[in-house]
């Protein structure tokens, strides 16, 4: 039989192995099997979850199986699974053991195979989990310079000998646009650089709150806790965003399992974790067990670095004088030295200007203006009013009904995220409220929008509209 037709294959095999089986076995454990493809006699499936291929793995199932797919394949057959574990991701397995002449080329003594955890399936072997990383943030493309050397030497510590090193977690935390997911990501990468069989993986606190969401909608926690038990590196950016008590507690538990067993944690955040807010006390005592490193606003002689080098990178020279008018200049993060340079190249290519004092100044003046369009309290409050078509003095009002209480409480939420107003201001500009009102407000909404999508898309068109590049 052809191998373009996997699909046919797989209706062979079904068909033999519902006549060696009672019918509920071939119900519930091979008619879901999903044929993915057949390239040079291995078989892929997709398999509903992890715990469904353990059992296909197990006596006598697997005899089953093996049997079958050497009488419709050929001997030389491999299988690989794709195990469904998160809405956007499967995980490969292979299973080695139906090759058999290849198993005696592994030499294994046979008394170690009485030492193995029983919980190890023998045969499979995990073969690849995406680290999600992007090759451009490595350590080669991050700038030194004093703002950020404690956390780049702890960072390129850890990537050396990841979970043996006494900076377990790693917490990096500095403003928006610091390089927290650049280092961060580059110490997956050197790892997987050293060491390309360890299981890195970065994750933004958001994906793995989505991921966690979708895990307890379709009964798969088991699954999602199973996942990320294998990391042997997890990085976690933005952990200021685990808001909701659930997602806090899910990771609380991740994080005990894999710091236990010697992997290596790094999470990211946009404060120290002293600072961070609504947190339970044991999620951030945990944090503090290891080393947190803060990534400073680089200095002037860190900015005319990194304008040298990423203009280099981009292919063009700034004179001396533009670098050192532009370092004193412009003063902000290093995404914003990024931004600069970009807009630089932009007018001069677009306008066929050679890059001058001159431009830098007038490019610099805009950017100075794009900044000052700060967000305020006024300007959220004005949103959310109009987006729930309620009126400003409604929301501020002392009415319990549904609909403000909860635009309300919204207003507050998005502040509190978007704008460095402090609790106390906040409550005073919302109609008199005290700082535990809301900071209540904030927890119900950051609550609501675990379990309730309406929440979630009014909250994320409100965000969208109000910081449109973020
Ligand atoms: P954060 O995650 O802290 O908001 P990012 O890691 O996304 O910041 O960094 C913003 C941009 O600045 C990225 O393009 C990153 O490559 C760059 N960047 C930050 N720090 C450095 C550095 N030390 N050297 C080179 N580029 C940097
Ligand atoms: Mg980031």
């Not at 008619?31 to 469904?52: C, M, N, R």
């Not at 280092?183 to 994906?207: C, F, H, M, T």
């Not at 974790?273 to 999620?283: A, C, I, K, V, W």
């Not at 909860?406 to 939420?413: F, L, S, V």
């Amino acid at each position: 039989m052809g191998e373009s037709n996997y699909i046919k294959v797989w209706e062979e095999c079904l068909r033999i192995i519902k006549n060696n089986v009672p019918e509920a076995v071939y119900s519930k454990w091979f008619k879901p099997i999903i044929p993915v493809s057949l390239k040079d006699f291995t078989l892929t499936i997709e398999v509903p979850s992890d715990a469904y291929m353990r059992k296909l793995e197990e006596e006598p199932l697997i005899d089953i199986l093996k049997k079958t797919l050497k009488r419709v394949i050929g001997e030389k057959v491999k299988l690989m699974y794709n195990v469904r574990v998160l809405s956007n991701s499967v995980l490969k397995y292979e299973h080695q053991t139906l090759e058999g002449p290849q198993n005696k080329d592994i030499n294994i003594p046979i008394d170690d195979k009485e030492k193995m955890n029983p919980f190890v399936i023998p045969g499979i072997q995990k073969l690849n989990i995406k680290p999600g990383l992007n090759p451009k943030y490595s350590f080669e493309n991050f700038i030194e310079g004093n703002c950020n050397r404690l956390a780049r030497s702890a960072g390129e510590t850890v990537a050396q000998a990841p979970g043996h090193n006494p900076f377990n977690p790693l917490f990096i935390h500095g403003g928006s646009g610091l390089g927290k997911t650049h280092l961060s990501q580059a110490i997956g990468l050197r790892v997987k650089e050293l060491n390309p069989d360890k299981i890195v993986l970065y994750v933004s606190a958001n994906v793995f709150k989505t991921q966690y969401q979708n895990a307890v909608v379709g009964n798969m926690i088991t699954d999602f806790l199973h996942f990320y038990q294998q990391i042997d590196v997890l990085i976690l950016d933005d952990v200021q965003e685990f808001t909701s008590k659930g997602t806090q507690n899910v990771f609380f538990h991740i994080f005990n399992v894999l710091h236990q067993e010697g992997k290596q944690l790094i999470l990211t955040s946009d404060c120290a974790p002293s600072s961070l807010q609504g947190f339970e006390p044991r999620l951030l005592q945990r944090f503090r067990w290891g080393l947190s490193a803060e990534l400073l606003q680089p200095d002037y002689s860190t900015r005319v670095k990194i304008f040298k080098a990423k203009s280099a990178n981009e292919g063009i020279e700034l004179p001396d004088d533009v670098v050192e008018y532009l370092a004193n200049k412009v003063t902000g993060s290093v995404r914003e030295l990024e931004g600069t340079i970009l807009t630089l190249m932009a007018h001069s290519t677009y306008n066929k200007e050679s890059i001058t004092i001159e431009l830098a100044k007038r490019v610099t003046k805009q950017i100075v203006n794009v900044e000052s369009c700060e967000l305020t309290l006024e300007k959220i409050k004005t949103a959310v009013c109009e987006y729930f078509k309620i009126t400003p003095d409604m929301i501020v009002s002392k009415t319990r009904k549904r609909e403000i209480v909860q635009a309300r409480q919204i207003t507050m939420y998005l502040v509190r995220n978007l704008t460095k107003t402090s609790l106390a201001s906040i409550g005073s500009q919302m109609g008199g409220k005290d700082h535990a009102t809301v900071l209540h407000a904030c927890s119900t909404v950051s609550d609501l929008m675990d379990t309730d999508r309406n929440i979630r898309g009014y909250v994320a068109d409100l965000e969208r509209q109000l910081k449109p590049n973020k």
